[in-house]
């Protein structure tokens, strides 16, 4: 027997090896894209009409590029795929990346449309021998009204929190009312700005009318930004910078008007100018708002005006600091007697706190304080963890002219440990691109160590995305859970992939009393998917009679739309038609090959394998009954491995002759 000796090449090819010139370790570039899959998100270009949206900001994000080989490369950059046309990269690019070097590339987004969109970046060295690496870019057009729309904020009077000034809001809520102010001194309130469009919010007036003196500002000045903006230097807020939200800063300053009232009004009108086309003009809410104070001359002051228990370092009116005690001292600063006819906390309008945290163990109600003369107020706490404050009001009143006509002070009182509010994780849950249609994630909440009882108020979901990806799921934190010094809860975030894929953002909100986060003191924490798009299966059916089928068993090179043949030379007499040639951008899981009418004299729908049936198999065989011809129609519908159904049915036509 004669031994069989094939060359080299030969073997190679028949073992499958895609052989390029081969070429020694160490002497190619080797790039390494990092990270390997960008997100971005920004406003379209174009509205619903297809009309053109100006002032829309891209989303800019930089790749790197590391060549971890020994030698140079050139370099070369392609961007394909459906979404390309939305993803530019910045001008003056690298033409080369030298040997352990690196190299930044900007890209960025700029969608035509809302939605999501996904492009390819190839990464090319210009050599034979290496791969091509390519960098997935996901892109998604954000849900936002095509213009500018200015919304405000103002800040409560006690800076609890803010409240929020629309075109619909009551005066009280689109008003800056400043607490009483006593005279020579100045109080601020902050006032928020947002964007709730599209394209760039551009304010270019902040301007104060003093109503109570025309003319003025009546003591009400903008204290930051220090100047008003303006048309050539504008306040800008872009979505798709994430400014979509400033905040300026509005300071009163209390004056003695000459009427010799203990308390004197003021007001004024602040106006927002800007590019919004509805109220551009400050002509009304939210873009027009009212501003209040009362300048206060009192006759009394109060020393100190707080007292944090916790604090060891604050002596609360004390030579030295007293354990659970603190001294108010009450003096008239006026030239006539004046009478203390109210002390009592805020909160529970007596003597008492709400929760019995502070009492008032020597008051000064009924006394009679002659000028220059003083009167202790002795307040006491009791230790416990959760962090409270409350208020200690107190009225005096010059005989003769009424309630509160000696005037009126306010003291704050604070107690207990500040808790300390963690997470894990931190600050963003990815659920990256799962193969499930439901994916849930643990979020633990932690109170530090030492701190004071966290207090849980609530957890919410504000969705960024067109529709709603993510829940909570059992065990719920309920409402008003309570941590101690190093307790911890989970909540469990559930998400539900679409079957398209996709990004997805969302906001979790975790509302708490810890004061380290700010009014209305919740921590916030971004949810985020970064679900590949999957694409809708396409069907793809041939047809290959016996012979062909020896030297392509698949029938990939099958006839694709019509075929003949004549019966007499075919043995046996069957034809295979075959899904091998169907796409998705991951797997074509299911087929389903039908019969379609009219069917030949002498033939039924048996007549074809798994007629009509949705299976997983590729290829069904069509056997031709004795002596039947004419024309046969076969169609294709195929499923991949989410479920997507093809869009198409594939019909081939098979004429069958003698």
């Known amino acids: 027997m004669k031994k069989l000796t094939l060359p080299l090449a030969a073997v190679l090819t028949l073992l499958g090896c895609n052989c390029r010139d081969m070429q020694p370790a160490g002497t190619v570039p080797d790039f390494v894209p990092t990270p390997t899959a960008l997100s971005f998100s920004a406003c379209p270009t174009r509205d619903e009409n297809n009309l053109a949206v100006a002032g829309v900001f891209p989303d800019t994000k930089k790749l790197s590029i590391t060549n971890q080989g020994r030698v140079d490369g050139e370099l070369a950059l392609t961007l394909s795929g459906a979404g390309a046309s939305s993803f530019t990269l910045g001008s003056g690019l690298p033409t080369s990346i030298a040997r352990l070097g690196d190299v930044e590339i900007p890209i960025s987004f700029s969608p035509t449309a809302k939605g999501d969109v996904r492009a390819d970046l190839t990464i090319d060295d210009k050599t034979d021998s290496t791969e091509n690496r390519v960098v997935t870019l996901i892109g998604s057009g954000i849900n936002l009204p095509a213009q500018p729309s200015i919304e405000t904020a103002p800040q409560k009077k006690d800076a609890s929190g803010f409240l929020t000034c629309t075109a619909d809001s ?136 707080s007292c944090n228990f916790t604090n060891a370092q604050d002596v609360c009116g004390n030579a030295t600091r007293i354990q659970n005690k603190a001294n108010f001292r009450v003096t008239n600063d006026g030239s006539t007697p004046i009478a203390i006819s109210g002390v009592r906390f805020r909160s529970s309008g007596g003597t008492t706190s709400s929760d019995s945290r502070f009492s008032i163990t020597q008051n000064v109600a009924g006394q009679m304080i002659q000028p220059t003369a003083s009167a202790t107020i002795e307040v006491t706490e009791v230790d416990q963890p959760l962090l409270v404050s409350d208020q200690l009001e107190i009225v005096a009143d010059i005989p003769g002219m009424g309630a509160g006509s000696g005037g009126t002070v306010v003291v704050s009182v604070i107690s207990g440990i500040k808790p300390c509010l963690t997470t894990d994780p931190m600050d963003e849950v990815d659920f990256g691109d799962p193969s499930e249609e439901l994916t849930a994630k643990l979020i633990t909440i932690r109170n530090g160590a030492s701190c004071g009882t966290l207090k849980i108020d609530s957890l919410s979901i504000r969705h960024l995305s067109a529709a709603e990806f993510f829940t909570f799921i059992e065990p719920i934190v309920p409402p008003n859970t309570s941590l101690p010094a190093g307790g911890s809860v989970q909540a469990t975030v559930q998400y539900r992939r679409p079957t398209s894929g996709g990004m997805q953002l969302a906001e979790l909100k975790i509302a708490t009393n810890d004061t380290d986060y700010g009014a209305p003191n919740y921590k916030q924490l971004l949810l985020r998917s970064n679900a590949a798009l999957d694409q809708i299966p396409q069907a793809g059916i041939t047809a290959c009679q016996p012979a062909q089928l020896v030297n392509d068993p698949n029938c990939v090179m099958g006839a694709q739309t019509s075929a003949s043949f004549n019966l007499s030379m075919i043995n046996p007499d069957e034809i295979t038609f075959s899904g091998a040639t169907s796409t998705d951008n991951g797997m074509v899981r299911e087929y389903r090959f039908t019969l379609l009418p009219p069917i030949p004299g002498g033939a039924t729908s048996a007549a074809l394998q798994n007629n009509g049936m949705r299976t997983m198999t590729d290829k069904v065989k069509l056997t031709i009954p004795p002596g039947v011809t004419g024309t046969f129609r076969i169609g294709l519908e195929v499923w991949d491995d989410r479920g997507q159904k093809s869009a198409n049915t594939d019909v081939i036509t098979v004429n069958i002759y003698p």
Do not use: W
Not at 222 to 251: F, H, K, N
């Open 170 to 305: 009551p005066i009280s809520e689109c008003t800056l009312d400043f607490p009483d102010t006593l005279m020579d001194q100045s109080a601020t309130l902050q006032l928020k700005i947002r964007n709730r469009g599209c394209p760039a919010l551009k304010v270019t007036a902040i301007e104060i009318d003093g109503s109570t003196t025309p003319g003025t500002n009546d003591g009400f000045t903008l204290d930051s930004p220090s100047s008003s903006p303006s048309e050539g230097s504008p306040i800008l807020l872009s979505t798709a910078d994430g400014t979509d939200e400033t905040t300026i800063t509005i300071r009163f300053t209390a004056t003695d008007d000459g009427s010799g009232s203990s308390s004197q009004s003021h007001y004024a009108v602040l106006t927002l100018k800007s590019n919004d086309p509805v109220i551009g003009d400050g002509a009304a809410n939210p873009a027009r708002l009212t501003i209040q104070a009362n300048a206060i001359k009192p006759s009394i002051y109060v020393s100190p005006t």
